[in-house]
């Protein structure tokens, strides 16, 4: 059975750091590329960061680059996101989501986590 | 960044009726091998998105024959061909054409 389990979220003060990890079991780590999508409760769908499977290559959205890093352990099949100098504006359910090498299109999605930011 | 527009934001249908979301994009998603890098997502509610459509009209997998996605370049549609009750949600288009990758504002589909 595929599964992507979140983990890591949580109520965090303005200017602090998180770390959220996506747990993967079911399929080929290594085949795939992994997300972070975010949504404001009741907002839209906003993507965040990309790894590819050569764990060299990511991509962010302009919101987040520099602040935070997506990393991925092969051998653990576990992908990261080290958020720094957190805004209000970050608060939101942090998804991971799964795509097929070489593709975006993201064809498993986790449960998601929720972070807050707020003093 | 490539913008997405979809209408209507809110879509009463009655149950057995059609119902068709338009996605447009501002820039073409025709890749140069002839398939378009668009996607269609369905939230239900209290749920994480799942993926109904790729390459703008490839059903992916477990998905009803009911759902069909259609358009090329900028101009996309998925098409309900008998809303059931369970298609509540909102539904997403995102252009997987190139980073960042960009979602539609999300059409809210609701039972009349």
């Known amino acids: 059975e595929v599964q992507l389990v979140e983990s890591g979220g949580g109520l965090v003060q303005p200017g602090g750091s998180l770390s959220l990890s996506c747990a993967a079991s079911?399929?080929?780590?290594?085949?795939?590329?992994i997300h972070w999508v975010r949504q404001v409760p009741g907002g839209g769908l906003v993507w965040v960061a990309r790894?590819?499977?050569?764990?060299?290559?990511?991509r962010y959205a302009d919101s987040v680059r520099g602040r935070f890093t997506i990393s991925r352990d092969n051998a653990k099949n576990t992908v990261f996101l080290q958020m720094r100098s957190l805004r209000a504006e970050d608060t939101a359910v942090y998804y991971c989501?799964?795509?097929?090498?070489?593709?975006?299109?993201?064809?498993?999605w986790g449960q998601g986590i929720l972070v807050s930011v707020s003093s | 960044d490539i913008v997405m527009t979809q209408s209507p934001l809110s879509l009463p249908v009655t149950p057995g009726e059609p119902a068709s979301i338009s996605c447009r994009s501002s820039?073409?998603?025709?890749?140069?091998?002839?398939?378009?890098?668009l996607d269609w997502y369905l939230q239900k509610p209290g749920q994480s998105p799942q993926l109904l459509i790729y390459l703008g009209s490839t059903r992916a997998s477990g998905v009803p024959d009911r759902f069909s996605g259609s358009g090329s370049g900028t101009d996309f549609t998925l098409k309900i061909s008998r809303v059931e009750a369970e298609d509540v949600g909102v539904y997403y288009c995102m252009q997987t054409l190139e980073a960042p990758i960009t979602f539609g504002q999300g059409t809210r589909l609701e039972i009349k």
């Open positions: 989501a799964r795509s097929p090498d070489y593709s975006n299109s993201m064809d498993f």
């Open positions: 820039q073409s998603l025709l890749h140069r091998k002839g398939y378009n890098n």
């Open positions: 079911g399929f080929v780590f290594t085949s795939y590329w």
């Open positions: 790894v590819e499977a050569d764990v060299s290559s990511t």
